[in-house]
């Protein structure tokens, strides 16, 4: 008896995901599920440095101003609610003394620079199509850091302006790396403060844009993983949403990272993920007697495992 409708993916043979690779992770929060994923699992990964970014102009101002090795000034950054904030990022880099800031966003703009130019997979996760834009600017912000709603104007980005925005990354990223594989997907998170048919259209635009841009594109290094579809389809359940049912919920990303790591990642790989699963559950386990032989024995037989993997893969840190 088949209880669901299984979306079909294929694998990828032709460059897989290994611990020889460097992944970088941008966009919106299936990003940081997956980076969650790959940092248990001691893979090389760097994640949203300007943190969450929810629409596809946001990432291209983080991909430029990456790529031009722009330096943040205090002309950047913007003062509300007792703390200093930047347009481009989110508020997890805002800060109460404005040095700090600018410190965060110059630190994030050169490690992005330095990692896409090593990357071998990016993968971007797109949110939405709704964007916010300052009125006194005209410029499309990231995060509207609680700035009273009438700073700002609400549109929304045609399917043509997603393929464009999209196409514009792609070639500032060619600019500095040729050769790195690019994953995009669509947010399975609802934005559901938009309306229920704002959403539908939004996703919609993203969707189409991706879609627009991979037809119309021969290269085999761009490609799509259908998360949001996993979650439509697959799971259409409120089982698998958590409890604001907009969110997948645990089991819902553990699912979606199965079949993530079915799709991307190469079989060596995937054994050793499951020698350091081991070692993440024996560094995670709390005895009932520190001081007993038996558990003294775990600790070095644990300790072996760990230096044994540390001396294989180096940039590997438990």
């Not at 996703?203 to 259908?226: D, W």
């Not at 991307?264 to 032989?293: C, V, Y």
Request: charge should be positive; proline fraction near 3%; include cysteine.
């Amino acid at each position: 008896m088949i209880l669901q409708t299984k979306v079909i993916i294929q694998k990828e043979a032709n460059n897989p995901i290994s611990y020889a690779s460097k992944m970088v992770l941008l966009g919106s929060c299936f990003s940081e599920n997956i980076g969650a994923q790959l940092d248990h699992f001691k893979f090389q990964t760097v994640q949203n440095p300007y943190g969450i970014l929810f629409h596809p102009k946001a990432i291209k101002t983080l991909v430029a101003n990456a790529i031009h090795e722009k330096t943040y000034t205090q002309k950047d950054l913007v003062f509300q609610n007792e703390r200093w904030h930047c347009f481009d990022a989110h508020s997890n880099l805002s800060a109460l003394v404005k040095k700090n800031i600018l410190s965060q966003l110059n630190k994030a703009t050169a490690a992005t620079n330095l990692a896409l130019k090593e990357a071998t997979h990016l993968l971007i996760t797109l949110g939405t199509s709704w964007v916010y834009r300052e009125t006194a600017s005209h410029k499309i912000v990231a995060n509207c850091h609680k700035i009273p709603q009438k700073n700002f104007s609400k549109e929304i980005l045609s399917v043509q302006e997603v393929t464009e925005t999209l196409s514009e990354i792609i070639a500032l990223i060619r600019s500095v790396n040729t050769k790195v594989n690019i994953i995009f997907t669509v947010s399975p998170v609802r934005h559901l403060k938009d309306g229920f048919i704002e959403n539908t259209q939004s996703k919609s635009h993203l969707i189409a844009g991706i879609q627009t841009l991979l037809c119309s594109s021969k290269s085999t290094k761009l490609h799509y993983f259908p998360s949001y579809e996993i979650m439509m389809d697959e799971l259409r359940d409120y089982r698998f949403y958590a409890e604001d049912l907009i969110h997948p919920n645990t089991t819902a990303i553990q699912y979606m990272w199965e079949r993530f790591t079915t799709t991307w990642i190469d079989e060596k790989a995937s054994e050793m993920m499951q020698e350091i699963n081991t070692i993440q559950k024996g560094l995670s386990h709390r005895p009932f007697d520190i001081n007993s032989m038996q558990y003294q024995k775990f600790l070095t037989n644990l300790s072996s495992k760990i230096a044994k993997i540390e001396t294989a893969f180096p940039f590997m840190k438990f």
